[in-house]
């Protein structure tokens, strides 16, 4: 399928406040104020409006408040810390500076940040290319021909439809019937006792998805693995429930409002001189002049 010229670029948003954070943990004003996460997102945010140049962004943010998926599963995430009080702090901060570049925040209640991204994405990927910056494995089940994501670390390695073919010679919807099976530590989800991604990957490899594996688990050869499947059968079921992404947040969204347009550089301004991040205000000023 021929490529679409325009680029929506998805971001998530608390994975790259997260990185800044701890990549800069003890960066201060003079005056003391904690500023690390800020600096090092801004940063970001710069690179990619200005070098990367999208034609349309977003960044995308998880709210504190439980889940659906927390009512359906009371351990989901549990394992998680909440976020630590000084990074609360510059997070306020952080999505005033987002706005102050006019690029639309997407975050709510009871959806996670990437329900939202997997919405966004479905609901304009047949206008334009979208590529979602995360480094969530279950992404990996969005992927089309217009969607891509892109690795957090290495950001020109582009996870595409060939990709996720050659790699797991699967469709990407297949890969939620895989994790389903061997769980997801990160969030706290429970897979088959003694099954890891490797024979999760060879049992929907051999019987072609979770339902037709349910179906004919008299197939599965090895006992010990056919029995573990058969007293899981519940608890997969509801890790896949867990691991499917919602592509029907409920939100106001019109594909314009996600353009790249001016930014208020003056508020851009006033809040990097108040942190006093005067490199950033050097690398601005040559874009405001543009």
């Not at 304009?124 to 021909?145: A, G, P, Y």
């Not at 061997?182 to 998805?209: H, M, R, W, Y």
Request: net charge neutral.
């Amino acid at each position: 399928m021929k490529q679409l010229q325009k680029r929506l670029f998805l971001i998530d948003g608390n994975l790259y406040v997260y990185r800044a954070y701890y990549a800069m943990k003890d960066l201060t004003t003079s005056r003391g104020e904690l500023s690390g996460a800020i600096y090092g997102f801004s940063r970001m945010l710069i690179n990619l409006l200005y070098e990367r140049k999208p034609d349309y962004l977003a960044i995308v943010f998880d709210l504190p408040a439980p889940t659906f998926r927390h009512r359906q599963f009371s351990a989901y995430k549990a394992n998680r810390p909440k976020m630590p009080h000084s990074l609360q702090n510059q997070l306020i901060f952080i999505k005033e500076i987002v706005r102050a570049f006019n690029v639309q925040i997407f975050e709510l209640e009871g959806y996670e940040a990437d329900d939202i991204l997997a919405t966004v994405a479905k609901k304009t990927e047949k206008e334009i290319d979208v590529f979602i910056f995360t480094k969530d494995k279950d992404i990996l089940q969005l992927i089309s021909h217009n969607i891509k994501v892109v690795d957090q670390k290495k950001i020109d390695h582009i996870y595409d439809l060939n990709w996720v073919r050659e790699k797991y010679s699967l469709e990407p919807a297949r890969i939620t019937d895989v994790m389903a099976l061997c769980g997801d530590s990160t969030d706290n989800i429970p897979g088959v006792a003694g099954v890891g991604e490797k024979t999760s990957l060879k049992l929907i490899q051999e019987f072609g998805s979770l339902e037709n594996l349910f179906n004919n688990l008299e197939r599965v050869k090895n006992e010990k693995l056919q029995e573990s499947l058969i007293n899981s059968v519940e608890q997969v079921r509801i890790n896949h429930e867990l691991l499917t992404l919602s592509t029907e947040v409920p939100l106001e969204m019109k594909i314009d409002h996600l353009r790249i347009t001016r930014a208020y550089w003056e508020k851009v301004v006033e809040i990097f001189a108040r942190f006093e991040f005067d490199g950033l205000l050097r690398k601005i000023d040559y874009y405001y002049k543009k």
